[in-house]
């Protein structure tokens, strides 16, 4: 079965560093790009952040550039978000989500992991 | 950085159809892709590509393009396709964009 677990996710202070992971498995991880999407509470889904299956090209939303890294490593099948300098709108789920085609979509997404940034 | 505009909300009689539609620069070269959210739980693609569905979406839900505007047709809306549904697509920079979704409300 074709499945993605976030973790790391938690209740932090505002200016921490935070690190999500994204346990994949059911698939070959290292031929798929993937991104990183969050929602706010009762607001709209936002990507975050996307990286090309080698891990070569890494690509962010101006509301994170700067601030959050993405990474993944093949031989763990798993994908990273550094979150840096966290920020109360930074509050949201963030769910991981495999890509298939560069012109196609998300067709495998996570349950999400939990992020609150509050002092 | 490119933007994907959504009516925020849109109602349909139980069995009718409906149109969400997404408009946005970025359609005018790539396809948008097509996701429907229920309360509480992950995203799920219905749509993707010129009119493609993954395996078990049904066969009333089709999307099409023209120009800068997609839209996602419900056939025969059902009370289950009550949700939130989101287009999303690619910017010319390699990003990927969403729109501020569609509330659907089924009468």
């Known amino acids: 079965e074709v499945e993605l677990l976030e973790s790391g996710g938690g209740l932090v202070q505002p200016g921490v560093s935070l690190r999500l992971s994204c346990a994949a498995s059911g698939f070959t991880f290292s031929s798929y790009d993937m991104s990183w999407v969050r929602q706010a509470p009762g607001k709209a889904l936002e990507w975050v952040s996307g990286i090309s299956s080698s891990g070569g090209s890494t690509y962010f939303a101006d509301s994170v550039k700067g601030r959050f890294t993405i990474s993944r490593d093949n031989s763990k099948n798993t994908l990273y978000l550094q979150m840096n300098s966290l920020r109360a709108e930074d509050t949201a789920v963030y769910y991981c989500?495999?890509?298939?085609?560069?012109?196609?979509?998300?067709?495998?997404w996570g349950q999400g992991t939990t992020v609150i940034v509050s002092s | 950085s490119s933007e994907l505009t959504q009516d925020p909300a849109v109602s349909v009689a139980l069995g009718q159809t409906v149109r969400i539609t997404c408009q946005g620069d970025?359609?005018?070269?790539?396809?948008a892709s097509w996701y429907q959210q229920k309360p509480g739980q992950a995203p799920v693609l219905v749509i993707y590509?010129?009119?493609d569905r993954p395996s078990g979406i049904p066969d009333r839900f089709s999307g099409s393009s023209s120009r800068n505007t997609a839209s996602l047709t419900i056939t025969g809306a059902q009370a289950e396709d009550e949700a939130d549904y989101y287009c999303?697509?690619?910017?010319?920079?390699?990003?990927?964009?969403f729109g501020g979704g569609t509330k659907l409300t089924v009468l």
């Open positions: 970025s359609l005018r070269n790539y396809y």
């Open positions: 999303n697509s690619r910017d010319s920079s390699g990003n990927r964009v």
């Open positions: 590509g010129k009119n």
């Open positions: 989500a495999k890509e298939f085609g560069v012109n196609y979509g998300m067709d495998v």
